[in-house]
């Protein structure tokens, strides 16, 4: 499952890419076999994952990527057609029915962008049982963690923020989400596992190199607001000043996240 437009994650992958923690990666990397490779990414959208991290990898690297939306599939598969380092094969599935059909036991490490701030408690659990079970490494991106700011600062963005974190507690597909929460609850199901976790942000930060990417992200939080209660007119006001910063070039966000490898000992 994914529930996001090719569009939106076309504007967010440079974003997400200059945010991802390197020393919480280069933990997950260290701890996958010397050679090839054998990599499943859940949730994996339009490719991202691989776009990351393959050019970190050695030259012999199979990619499984799995995801609810044929669509993005798609544009997963026609990207990496030509991918010279190994396989890209793309599974359609529904991870919150069908988690447990995957081939854990085939991989030799798992990893997923954000996504955990998506799903249930339930579903981290069971996640985290079948990594475990197997043994393997794990590395979760861009779990957001609750904190977002801009600059400069406006008397209703606390309201924001506040009205954002309880949306993305909704149901995102499998229930009532973790949101905020997430990070904190995968780190201690990991640690509780006997695994050694290693975690670091890797907060989105973007100006007026990323103002298409920014309106949308805008957007996003006034309609998250709207259905969260806050008042029309106030959110109307909001937008419109938020905007004319960012045509003006004027308007920095920045968005917690946090990184997390779990690596088995």
């Avoid at 529930?3 to 997950?28: C, H, I, K, T, Y």
């Avoid at 990619?63 to 669509?71: E, I, Q, S, V």
């Avoid at 981290?124 to 393997?136: D, F, H, N, P």
């Avoid at 989105?204 to 996003?220: K, M, N, P, T, V």
Wanted: one cysteine or more.
């Amino acid at each position: 499952m994914s529930g996001f437009s090719a569009d939106w994650l076309r504007l967010r992958e440079p974003v997400d890419l200059a945010a991802r923690n390197g020393q919480v990666e280069a933990a997950f990397l260290s701890a996958l076999p010397k050679g090839p490779v054998r990599l499943m990414d859940l949730a994996s959208g339009a490719g991202s994952t691989v776009a990351a991290l393959s050019d970190r990898l050695g030259a012999s690297q199979d990619w499984l990527l799995t995801d609810n939306d044929p669509a993005l599939l798609e544009v997963s598969r026609k990207r990496y057609s030509q991918f010279g380092k190994g396989a890209v094969a793309c599974r359609q599935v529904d991870l919150s029915a069908d988690l447990a059909s995957l081939p854990f036991a085939e991989v030799d490490g798992v990893m997923t962008s954000a996504f955990l701030d998506l799903v249930t408690r339930p579903f981290l659990e069971r996640l985290v049982g079948l990594v475990t079970a197997a043994r393997l490494p794990f590395l979760a991106s861009l779990t957001y963690d609750g904190r977002a700011s801009c600059t400069p600062a406006d008397p209703f963005d606390e309201d924001i923020r506040q009205a954002m974190n309880a949306h993305q507690k909704t149901d995102k597909g499998f229930g009532a989400a973790l949101g905020p929460d997430a990070a904190d609850a995968a780190e201690a199901l990991f640690a509780a596992a006997g695994y050694r976790v290693v975690s670091g942000p890797s907060d989105w930060h973007a100006g007026r190199e990323a103002r298409d990417f920014q309106r949308e992200l805008i957007s996003g939080w006034v309609s998250a607001g709207l259905e969260m209660g806050l008042e029309p007119e106030r959110l109307s006001g909001w937008l419109d000043r938020r905007m004319e910063q960012i045509s003006d070039g004027n308007l920095v966000i920045e968005v917690g996240h946090r990184d997390i490898a779990a690596i088995p000992v």
